[in-house]
């Protein structure tokens, strides 16, 4: 139950004081980029390179 201001008749809502809004906002951007996928032309680049690496190290 939200306690009600009984002046005016409006519900109040408490805040956090350790709340940042903008950390929140940041931890929840990071988050959703983190759960993207890598890029299938991403990966095929880091394999080219790998590979490249591979047969440096081979001669």
Known sequence: MVPT????GKEMHYVDADFDPVSAALTQLHQAVVNEPVPEDFLRILDDIDAKIAAKKGH
């Open 5 to 8: 201001d009984k002046k005016k």
